[in-house]
């Protein structure tokens, strides 16, 4: 075969972070059978769907097996009943939103890898280090990436800085994943206004707004006044509902968005129109649900959990007096390894000395090198022996 290939794969690094985090574990249970190993490396949810949910699931199932309720192809932009959940959930920011400016998706890792088709060749800014789907997507469709570097200074939370170009397109991320951090409302506005006057498109990922807690903090970008001229939102139910394994997010793009002569709405309707055949009825009944009182009731007490975790082991490095980001309104806790050890050389360590297993900072960016993941989706049991074990050995 001869035929051209998109040659911009060969910029891709190899995704091995995952692949190599487990060969490195099965080698040392190889010569140590016995050893108990946390993992505080998920990035998974663990806890089972709430029983709203479930139900929802359930009735919507058997509805699809009766020939007065089945149910084809759903719509390509999610049903009015999803849509209108999300826009409902938004009135507890205080955000009010078009039902059409509401897309429903498989989930946010979808629309953030499929948004780069609407999109010409601009330069992209993309923090760093940050969740990797933002650098891969655009390096697969060959575009200009820049980074906006996060570090001890700024905090892991990068603000507008000169150089960025105008009219670019500018990804960010929070609550952040890997570093935990979360812009709260001053922050976020520097970001908005910086775009509007230097004609730049943000594009957010709230994927872990559930985990915010702090009034201070926004869960919404369109909650700063001017966000609904210069950015897009995609969420997920991923997080805030458990729905890692049912498949369903939502993206906002505001009827504001306007960009040579073409509205952004429009593009991704007919994207979408194109390219996708909606999420399955059962699941849109689901995250219904999810998004009711008492669904959100439900899901809370589930990211409570968590939460939980992450109080108890950010307890760990307030006592150590270890640099830390998250685990406040995030599931994250990111610090910097100690004795300026490499993140790999920390992985290494902790495997051996303490049998708990985290990410290392550097499969986020080069600017997580030295710095370590974990995270409090492991129970409370694990999470309190992997916390004894870490305060030996850190
Ligand atoms: N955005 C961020 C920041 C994430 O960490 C993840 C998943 O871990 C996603 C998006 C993906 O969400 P979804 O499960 O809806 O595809």
Redesign the pocket.
Known sequence: MNIKINTNFDLLSENYLFSEINKRINKYKENNKDANIIRLGI??VTLPLGKKVIDALIKASNEMGKMETFRGYPPEYGYDFVKEAVMNYYKRFNVSLDLDSIFIS?????D?GNIVDIFGDNTIYIPNP??P?YLDSNLMSGRNIKYIVGNKENNFLPLPNKEIKPNSIIYL?SP??PTGGAYNHDELKKWVDFARENGSLIIY?S??EAFIYDDNYPHSIYEIAGAKDCAIE??????QAG??GL???WTIIPFELESDNHKINKLWKRRQATKFNGVSYPVQRAAEAALSEEGILECKNNINYYMENAKLLSKLFDEKGIYYTGGKNSPYIWFKCPNGMKSWDFFDYLLENANVVGTPGAGFGTFGEGYFRITSFNTHEKTIEAIERLKKVL
């Open positions: 990035g998974d498989d989930g946010a890792k979808s953030l940050v969740y789907v991320c952040n994943n990922d994927a872990y995609i969420c997920s139910f991923s997080k729905f890692t498949r369903c997010g």
